[in-house]
């Protein structure tokens, strides 16, 4: 903008304000939509001639001057009060071509306080704008999927001068500026310039480098709200309960999981072996006196060789972004972009993922793009309006959890959710996300009562928004990804979750089976002599088995909150609570389905998880507990060297009833088999405490079947009874079958036979 003449005022009116003086009180009152019009290097005509006019701002500055790199000074002179200046430069005398751009590193400004102190620094309104035209487009559209590359704080370099570029969304923003220790958090320097429609502001700040603690205060258009927000985008965060975003390059780490990668790409998931350990990473040990976090670098030199040594296939945490608040463990997401800092840095948690990759382990993310918190500092009432959620508390407001949910209607709401799922397998090289909360995207009524709850443009309860998201993120997803996984916690009947979006599915790889899990847990937790009348509360779960690709999860959610752990779930003395978990362990393993165990479970931990504390690692000393500890670790090494234990976990092929109507003597029977029908385990569980002599299997072959795993054994402290190590198959026809075992079955225990 350059200074225009005043308006001449009518006659009998009061003269007209100069637009100019208004746009330099506006500077001043730090309420103009776009400081880039007035400061930095502008051409101007002056009198008649032309100069080159260099105009800055620092609050409460009562000199400046143009220092250029040559040597020569060019003293400013005060334009407004406040501390706003300019210097006019004949162009000739400084051989300037006119109308050229002056190189933003070819001068710099020094400013001087009253109180004799200065400050010197290079001009940001010298530097042009970084994020074309055609990346405003995509932000539109909502096909931007690397918007983490563009939006939030990134270390460049511009025309030869290192500093920070600094972008985000706020398109109900009058003014937006960067605020941080650099500017003592005052909203009237660097202020950003305004990309238009678009809602994009932008500036970059010299001089600027990694660790610079950083937010945006933006003042609304609207309501003259001034909020003080990290950044959406940022790619670190204050430890809390500070909240400032925090510059971080994290590009500069080198990976040594190619062979992993280029492996995963090719992977065949649904059919290979998937035993998940699910982990809370600052509670699974703590350290020292002070009982504090494990670092992600501690994590790498314990939690991995653990896992290892287990057999499980996959580690999976609970949420490892940003979050303000410990009791949400991670849930309440605050910061999308930022691996938690509680535990380290990115790289630290790079260099984790990495070294799992390298043993062979494969690392899940639990990702909440269903809700999101209400602090002040984050995505609520972003650029003080309703902008990342729905305005009507009856779409935007979460009745459970007292969070706000996502406007799935927005273009720029669902490009930032999907640009940082992809961020997390881009930047990180996340195996799969474990999407939390599905039920409640897919349903407007989620929780509500009539009355509370907006039906779709169709009069029904789906969100079609919600669901037109869910599938275009598991497309693209992907596409951009092969052999990455996407895991749904969806706990209703809704159809082919777990099928792709081309035959009308939701498009993700697996679906925990919530409807297994509870009636498991509560089968389980009757006193045995009532189980023959809820037999088909187990019998049930393979009616609908193969509707979906399912993960069996006994997860965190069942083992907090007064639920128990699962040792404390189980009826009896403490005989048979082990007894009764050993054979819980047993056929879950036996049954179709991808496995998930919550950290502690694998030992019988009797207490229930809090985020204050850690696995009960003493067990490790207790025979009983170390007894369940061992079975796990051995079916886990069944589950991945058994093909009939995990190859067809989706298909009826896979599965065989032997008798499924034992309800008198609550004994279950079946067959796994693999994709080699010939390849096949015999699988008996007795669900009560009663040891049952000569009970009678029909299997299909003759032969010698092994007893490959008794959960009883007294390698897992149990009775130690069974069959001697196998048993032949006699040509006495029983179940259907040309061939029988006459079997021992142990009390309260499950047992695998193999051929």
């Not at 996959?314 to 940003?322: A, G, K």
């Not at 490009?415 to 349903?443: C, E, G, P, Q, T």
Request: aromatic share 14%.
């Amino acid at each position: 903008m350059d200074k225009q003449p005043a308006n001449k005022a009518a006659p009998g009116r009061a003269p007209a304000r100069d637009p100019w003086d208004e746009a330099l009180e506006r500077i001043v009152r730090a309420e103009d939509s776009d400081p880039f019009q007035i400061l930095g290097p502008h051409w101007t005509d002056r009198a008649g001639k032309r100069a080159l006019a260099i105009r800055v701002f620092r609050p409460g500055a009562s000199e400046a001057s143009i220092l250029w790199k040559n040597g020569a000074i060019s003293p400013a002179a005060g334009i407004a009060p406040g501390g706003l200046f300019e210097t006019l430069i004949d162009p000739a005398a400084a051989k300037l071509r006119d109308g050229a751009p002056v190189s933003p590193g070819s001068y710099r400004v020094k400013f001087r306080f009253p109180d004799g102190n200065t400050v010197e620094t290079l001009d940001p309104y010298a530097f042009p704008p970084l994020l074309t035209d055609y990346d405003l487009h995509l932000f539109g559209e909502g096909t931007h999927y690397q918007k983490y590359e563009k939006l939030g704080a990134h270390v460049r370099e511009v025309e030869g001068v290192r500093g920070v570029h600094f972008a985000v969304w706020a398109p109900n923003a009058q003014r937006v500026s960067v605020v941080g220790d650099f500017n003592l958090w005052d909203g009237r320097t660097c202020a950003m310039r305004n990309r238009g429609s678009s809602g994009i502001w932008e500036i970059f700040l010299p001089e600027l480098g990694e660790g610079t603690l950083y937010k945006f205060e933006i003042l609304s258009r609207f309501n003259h709200h001034l909020g003080l927000k990290s950044d959406p985008y940022g790619f670190a965060a204050e430890m809390r309960p500070k909240t400032a975003s925090v510059v971080a390059d994290i590009d500069r780490y080198k990976w040594n999981d190619a062979n992993w990668m280029e492996a995963r790409a090719k992977a065949d998931w649904l059919h290979a072996p998937m035993s998940i350990y699910e982990v809370y990473a600052g509670g699974w040990r703590r350290k020292g006196p002070e009982h504090h976090w494990l670092t992600y670098n501690d994590l790498a030199g314990q939690l991995i060789p653990y896992v290892k040594r287990m057999g499980y296939t996959h580690i999976e945490f609970l949420p490892l972004m940003e979050h303000p608040f410990d009791g949400s463990w991670g849930y309440q997401t605050a910061g999308y972009f930022a691996v938690t800092s509680r535990y380290g840095t990115p790289g630290d948690f790079k260099r984790f993922v990495d070294r799992c990759h390298q043993e062979g382990i494969g690392v899940i993310l639990d990702w909440t793009p269903a809700h999101f918190p209400r602090d002040a500092h984050g995505l609520a009432f972003f650029d003080g309006t309703h902008l990342y959620e729905h305005a009507d508390p009856r779409k935007g407001e979460h009745p459970d959890w007292g969070t706000l949910v996502f406007n799935y209607g927005r273009n720029e709401v669902q490009n930032f959710l999907l640009s940082n799922a992809l961020f997390w397998l881009d930047k990180y090289h996340i195996d799969a996300l474990r999407v939390d909360a599905v039920a409640s995207m897919l349903y407007l009524d989620y929780s509500r009562q009539p009355g509370e709850w907006i039906p779709n443009t169709f009069g029904g309860r789906e969100n079609l928004e919600a669901i037109a998201f869910i599938r275009h993120l598991n497309e693209v997803l992907h596409q951009r990804h092969p052999g990455a996984l996407m895991i749904a916690e969806e706990s209703t009947a809704w159809p082919a979750v777990s099928r792709p979006t081309y035959i009308g599915g939701l498009g993700f790889d697996l679906k925990w089976n919530m409807g297994w899990m509870n009636d498991t847990l509560r089968y389980f937790a009757l006193d045995p002599i009532h189980r023959q009348y809820h037999h088909g509360e187990l019998t049930f779960s393979m009616i609908y088995a193969f509707h979906e690709n399912f993960v069996l999860p006994f997860s965190h959610d069942e083992v907090v909150h007064g639920k128990r752990a699962l040792l404390e779930k189980m009826p009896g003395d403490d005989w048979q609570k082990f007894a009764n978990l050993r054979l819980l362990f047993g056929y879950m393993f036996a049954h179709p389905g991808k496995k998930l165990l919550f950290m502690g479970s694998e030992l019988g931990q009797r207490s229930e998880f809090w985020e204050e504390g850690s696995v009960e690692w003493n067990l490790e000393n207790s025979p009983p507990h170390r007894g369940i500890q061992r079975l796990v670790a051995d079916l886990n090494r069944l589950h991945q060297t058994e093909p009939a234990l995990f190859q067809v976990d989706f298909e009826w092929s896979g599965f065989e009833w032997i008798d499924a109507n034992d309800a008198a003597a609550s004994v279950l029977s079946f067959l796994r088999r693999a994709k080699d029908a010939g390849d096949s385990i015999v699988v008996v569980c007795n669900m009560t405490p009663v040891l049952r002599e000569n009970y009678r299997v029909g299997v299909p072959r003759p032969g010698y079947y092994r007893e490959i795993l008794n959960s009883d054994s007294r390698h897992y402290e149990g009775s130690d009874v069974g069959n001697s190590g196998g048993v032949n198959a006699e040509p006495i026809p029983w179940h259907d079958r040309p061939y029988s075992l006459k079997l021992r079955l142990p009390p309260l225990s499950a047992m695998y036979f193999k051929l």
